[in-house]
């Protein structure tokens, strides 16, 4: 809840008529690196997807592949997996085709690939000079219609004990070490 709280106060504040550009761009990539390393929303929609279609253990254990960041593509890249909405959109396709070569197999291969041409894609073709010739509106306006990340914080979660079970099974078999 206070990890709600937060970022619904720093995305209200974000996208006020007089925020500035930086004031944006500060709150998304503020968001962006921390869904980047500890991924509570998309736990969430993990967990409330497992819940809500009472998933088993073997199928369960597909979400590892949208989970694990890095991410290894069939042409034997390392990839990070950072694309929030194409793992949410993978969700529902990788838990819910047939574990065989022609569902699970093709669908896992689609997209290893498609994160293995983003990520070349981004090496290739962002270059810092680039980016230095960019203004900040010009990244704002971008990433509003591109990449929305701000937009798109589910702001209505809803942490039943079960959602909980199931967030932090993901934790235990592929998180982060939560000892400090």
């Known amino acids: 809840m206070e990890y709600d709280k937060h970022y619904s106060e720093l995305i209200d504040n974000a996208n006020k008529k007089y925020a500035s550009a930086n004031n944006y761009l500060s709150a998304f990539f503020d968001l962006f690196n921390f869904e980047d390393k500890f991924s ?92 230095e010739r960019i203004s900040r509106s010009e990244w704002v306006a971008f990433i509003k219609s591109n990449y929305n990340l701000l937009g798109a914080f589910n702001r209505k979660k809803e942490w039943t004990p079960k959602k909980i079970k199931e967030a932090r099974k993901v934790f235990d078999k592929w998180g982060i070490n939560q000892q400090t």
Not at 54 to 83: H, Q, V, W
Not at 93 to 117: I, M
């Open 40 to 131: 509570l929303e998309w736990i969430y929609s993990f967990a409330d997807y497992a819940v809500e279609h009472k998933i088993d253990e073997e199928t369960f254990d597909r979400g590892k592949y949208l989970y694990a960041s890095p991410i290894e593509t069939p042409n034997g890249l390392y990839c990070m997996n950072r694309s929030f909405f194409l793992r949410d959109e993978f969700l529902p396709l990788l838990l819910e085709c047939e574990y065989d070569v022609s569902g699970f197999g093709k669908a896992l291969y689609e997209y290893t690939l498609y994160v293995e041409l983003v990520y070349g894609l981004k090496n290739a073709y962002i270059s810092s000079k680039a980016l």
